[in-house]
């Protein structure tokens, strides 16, 4: 067998090795070491505080994402209703009144 793929090693940090791994792990130095590396870098990652914005900074952020969006949204109806008041004027028979 060879090395365990990364994937494996991965899964490893939080589930049990299937006996075919354990024996490889038993027998093999770079597989221990890599999945002891994992599993010191998993523990890392664990131990590092809740980050969370400051709520001005996340309501900003909210408000920009918001705006973008409604400005994307508004060029679409807009596009929407001009077609739609262009369908209109064919049916009717063509008024000349293009503003919106």
Known sequence: MGHLTIESLARLVS???SPEEQEHLDSCPTC???LAAL???TEAVGALPDLRPPPVLARAVLVILMTFVLRRLAGRFQRLLRAS???ARTAL?????TRI
């Open 85 to 87: 008041l262009t369908d």
């Open 39 to 41: 599993e010191a870098q």
């Open 15 to 17: 589930e049990a090795p």
């Open 32 to 34: 221990q070491a890599e």
């Open 93 to 97: 028979g063509g008024c000349t009144d």
